[in-house]
Structures are given as structure tokens and as C-alpha cells.
T-cell receptor, first 109, second 119 residues
Framework: GIQVEQSPPDLILQEGANSTLRCNFS?????LQWFHQNPWGQLINLFY???GTKQNGRLSATTVATERYSLLYISSSQTTDSGVYFC???????????FGKGTRLSVIA | GAVVSQHPSRVICKSGTSVKIECRSL??????MFWYRQFPKQSLMLMAT?????????EQGVEKDKFLINHASLTLSTLTVTSAHPEDSSFYIC???????????????FGQGTRLTVV
């Protein structure tokens, strides 16, 4: 099955700093997603991004499907950005998502 | 986006009892839902695929007799943890997609999750 690898596993940022999270996948994917898991466990949908670039406020994401990776950019980080960021993709379109191990982000004031 | 609602958000039960977790798609119909489990500081692992009107498909290593899944309608799937033991304590999350008229890939949405503690 597909393998999803995320880096870095842990990241500590000073408030206001920028960061880039990376997601590599072992095979072609059709619908990669990025999530933020908050301290209560809720998975918040950030991006549904099979290819190309999308932006939402201070967050943006880019997926280069031909090279099998996706990047999540966080600019001007805030303490509320802390949590775990997951990328996930299905083995085949519309099958269950396979998750990476996540990047644990801590933003300190 | 589509809304998936999960209940309860937190439950504590005694060892040997059963617990039922509900997952509802609120504004769309879901012929398929997915159940995941997450242990502390780990990623989400797929447990089973719930299919409306038919048997669930379980991942390797997941006991189907322990984790009973019922998908009786197009908006509701339930996961029952039977004869729960402390090692079943975990965070359980359901997911569904709103396919609409699309035959292409669609975005998956998740319930709020249920934190189960077995004492």
C-alpha cells in the first residue's frame, strides 16, 4: 500500500516565525489532504489538494503530484497553530485515507 | 464543508461492558464510512470500512467480533466495542465523504472523535 512520510516529526517555533512541513508519498495520489489536530483531538480540514497550490489566510499548500510530495506553509505562526499536522492520501481514489505520522508543532510566545 | 457528527465525545466504562459510538453524516448521505483508532502520540490507523446495507470490511489485526460495526442507514454508522478491556482505551474517529455527483476524488471529513477509557 501507499506509504506517507512526514517531516520534520517535531518542530518548535517562536511566535511570528514561518515554517514548512513536508509530506512525501510512495505512489501517485489523487486526493491528498492536510489536517490540523487540535488539543481535543478534532481533525480540522486544512486543504484538499491533489495538485497545485492553495492558500487560506496564513496557510498555504502545494502538491507536486509528479514528484510525489506536498508542502504545507505556515506564515507568521501563532500559539494557536500548535498541535499535530497530518497529511493523508488514499491508496486508490475514494478509498480510506492513509495517514503519515504527523508533525508535532509547538509555537511558543 | 460536509459535517460529520460523532457521539459521545468521551466515555468511561467498566471492564467487561460494551460501549456504542455513533457517527452521523448531517448534511449528506454516506454509503461508506471509515473508523479509525488513535493511540496517544501516534497517528490514525484505519480499523474498518463501514458499508451501508452490508458487512463491514475490517483491517488485518482488528477483531470483528470485538468491534461490531453497523451501518443501517445512509447517515448513521455505529461502532460497538464489546467486552471492553483497558487495552481498548483509545481515541476512536469516524470519517465520511460527500460524493454528491462526483465520480472523482472527494474530500474526507471527520467526526469529533470519542475518547474511550476502560477502567
Amino acid at each position: 500500500g501507499i506509504q506517507v512520510e512526514q517531516s520534520p516529526p517535531d518542530l518548535i517555533l517562536q511566535e511570528g516565525a514561518n515554517s514548512t512541513l513536508r509530506c512525501n508519498f510512495s505512489d501517485s495520489v489523487n486526493n491528498l489532504q492536510w489536517f490540523h489536530q487540535n488539543p481535543w483531538g478534532q481533525l480540522i480540514n486544512l486543504f484538499y489538494i491533489p495538485s497545485g497550490t492553495k492558500q487560506n489566510g496564513r496557510l498555504s499548500a502545494t502538491t507536486v503530484a509528479t514528484e510525489r510530495y506536498s508542502l504545507l506553509y505556515i506564515s507568521s505562526s501563532q500559539t494557536t497553530d500548535s498541535g499535530v499536522y497530518f497529511c493523508a492520501a488514499p491508496v486508490v481514489v475514494n478509498t480510506p485515507l492513509v495517514f503519515g505520522k504527523g508533525t508535532r508543532l509547538s509555537v511558543i510566545a | 464543508g460536509a459535517v460529520v457528527s460523532q457521539h459521545p465525545s468521551r466515555v468511561i466504562c467498566k471492564s467487561g461492558t460494551s460501549v456504542k459510538i455513533e457517527c452521523r453524516s448531517l448534511d449528506f448521505q454516506a454509503t461508506t464510512m471509515f473508523w479509525y483508532r488513535q493511540f496517544p502520540k501516534q497517528s490514525l490507523m484505519l480499523m474498518a470500512t463501514s458499508n451501508e446495507g452490508s458487512k463491514a470490511t475490517y483491517e488485518q489485526g482488528v477483531e470483528k467480533d470485538k468491534f461490531l460495526i453497523n451501518h443501517a442507514s445512509l447517515t448513521l454508522s455505529t461502532l460497538t466495542v464489546t467486552s471492553a478491556h483497558p487495552e481498548d482505551s483509545s481515541f476512536y474517529i469516524c470519517s465520511a465523504r460527500d460524493f454528491g455527483d462526483s465520480l472523482l476524488g472527494t474530500e474526507a471529513f471527520f467526526g469529533q472523535g470519542t475518547r474511550l477509557t476502560v477502567v
